[in-house]
């Protein structure tokens, strides 16, 4: 009987520390998805608008100013802009490489 308790004790303890683990598995994946902001030009769009090509000032810590491709979370995001806006921008980059939008807004030059 005591061995049982014992067990049943020992059986408590690991499964906490699976949940304990599976939490802080969960918040350093989150930490790992970098977020960044720049601003740039649309030089052109994906079909439709499944990405949108921007020609981004420095982005530090992370690259130089270039041209590459962003993906829209929602296709409403990319509507209303044409090539040749200027526009402010965060993104987050997943662990599988894509760039995300997370927030697009015009931007005056
Ligand atoms: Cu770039």
């Not at 520390?17 to 930490?31: E, F, N, T």
């Not at 720049?38 to 130089?64: C, K, L």
Request: glycine letters at 10%; hydrophobic letters at 50%; a neutral charge.
């Amino acid at each position: 009987m005591r061995a049982r308790v014992g067990l049943a004790r020992a059986v408590l303890v690991v499964a906490l520390a699976a949940g304990v683990a599976a939490i802080v598995s969960v918040a350093v994946d989150a930490l790992a998805a970098q977020a960044y902001q720049t601003h740039g030009d649309i030089v052109g769009f994906g079909p439709n608008r499944s990405y949108v090509s921007i020609a981004h000032e420095a982005i530090p810590g992370y690259m130089g100013a270039m041209t590459m491709t962003f993906e829209p979370r929602r296709p409403a995001q990319l509507q209303g802009y044409e090539v040749g806006a200027h526009v402010a921008f965060t993104f987050t980059v997943s662990d599988d490489g894509h760039r995300w939008i997370d927030q697009i807004f015009p931007q005056v030059k």
